[in-house]
């Protein structure tokens, strides 16, 4: 039996966004008649008060892969079930952040207690790294997301310490697109090292506008979170203005040739190029351009997610003779997400929201797929 909060009444039936027809006819319906699921013995049942609807969610509605019809995965909501184990009840009535990762198989994931991590996990788990797990179930994937009213999450692996001075709206878009800067981040922190001072260490951040870039930027920035002077590419005033107030030193349209966005990066950065080239587009020519970028020994880091037959243009002769890193990111530890709610509970990085209803939810990924959202649109769950 699953254990709730007495005072708050749990429908059957609840509202929910859902794909339909997935490819090129594609469309979002909201239903009010679906079944509300009951949590198993780890889970819990989350009522959402919002969604962030992530750039990845046009996989879904392209059919670009196997998805639930219900999709989203910066969910953030208050436990209103919970099943029988212990680290579900304890969260009873708590407010959690549901992610990508709906599961990894090391069970000990959520807490961060990396080091105790069972000799049957994978090894990414068993190296810290559940979002990386070889047998790893996603929300909205394998089990159904966040744009719906009512959501089953694994207790082990919600996000239980978003600060208590966060709106739920803006804690919403840490959960994936923050994380996943995080995880970017990371990778070019530890690629580039250690610098002689006095030198500027430059990254150029191609999709610097959207959901995920515009956090990457504020990650990155010596003008806010990070230690880089970076360069944003993307396209139109909106995002222009968006990657300058996320601390961007250069903002460069990409409506321009290869060779003139080339030129630039070249004249900003000495003539050699930018240390790290972190591609959140999903379009294919930012990953034609991406290699022309970066220096010799730099590195390119991949999170975009385009059609899945697309292969990175990049010459085998080329990543040898300049010493090339290439290496990909997908979200980011639990500790990494606690570090990035602490930063975001000291002001040093800020998601830009605009706040829709479920209803606009086709739209929504609609301005998505033509690359015409500025920063992230969260969805507010209808009560
Ligand atoms: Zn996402
Ligand atoms: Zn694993």
């Known amino acids: 039996m699953a254990n709730s909060i ?3 009444p749990i429908p059957t039936t609840q509202t929910a966004a859902l794909i339909e027809n997935p490819g090129p006819d594609a469309t979002v319906v909201v239903r009010d008649n679906l079944p509300v699921a009951t949590p198993g013995p780890n889970e819990v049942l989350v009522k959402l008060e919002y969604s ?7 996989r879904a509605l392209n059919a670009w892969g196997v998805y639930n019809p219900i999709v989203g995965h910066e969910g953030v909501g208050t436990v209103v079930q919970a099943g029988k184990n212990k680290t579900a009840t304890a969260l009873l009535g708590q407010r959690v952040g549901i992610k990508w990762l709906y599961s990894a198989c090391d069970e000990t994931g959520s807490e961060g207690e990396v080091a105790t991590a069972s000799s049957s996990a994978c090894s990414a788990c068993r190296r810290g790294f559940a979002n990386n797990c070889a047998r790893q179930l996603n929300t909205g994937k394998q089990v159904p997301g966040t744009l719906q009213q009512y959501a089953v ?31 970017a981040q990371a990778k070019v922190d530890a690629h580039v090292g250690s610098l002689p001072k006095n030198e500027d260490t430059w990254v150029v951040i191609s999709g610097a506008g959207g959901g995920l870039g515009h956090l990457g930027v504020q990650l990155a ?26 601390g961007a030193h250069f903002f460069i349209d990409y409506g321009q040739s290869d060779d003139e966005i080339e030129k630039k990066v070249k004249d900003l950065t ?60 997908s979200v980011g530890t639990e500790e990494q997400m606690s570090e990035l709610l602490q930063l975001a509970a000291a002001g040093k990085v800020t998601p830009a929201v605009e706040v829709r209803t479920l209803h606009e939810v086709h739209d929504v990924i609609e301005q998505l797929r033509t690359d015409s959202v500025t920063g992230r649109i969260v969805v507010k769950i209808p009560e």
């Open 52 to 58: 962030g609807v992530c750039g990845s969610e046009i």
């Open 6 to 8: 007495p005072e708050i």
């Open 153 to 183: 999450a694994d207790a082990r692996f919600v996000t239980t310490n978003i600060p208590s001075t966060l709106p739920s709206e803006i804690a919403a878009p840490l959960l994936c697109a923050g994380l996943t800067m995080m995880g």
């Open 221 to 246: 920035s010596s003008q806010k979170a990070g230690r880089y002077k970076v360069i944003a590419i993307d396209h139109g005033e909106a995002k222009r203005q968006q990657s300058l107030d996320a």
């Open 270 to 329: 000495g003539g050699e190029g930018a240390h790290a080239v972190i591609v959140v587009s999903g379009a294919q020519a930012a990953f034609r351009t991406a290699p022309r970028l970066v220096r010799n020994m730099g590195v390119l880091v991949t999170v975009g997610l385009p059609v899945a037959d697309f292969m990175l243009p990049v010459s085998a002769a080329l990543c040898s003779a300049r010493s090339l890193t290439v290496t990909g990111v």
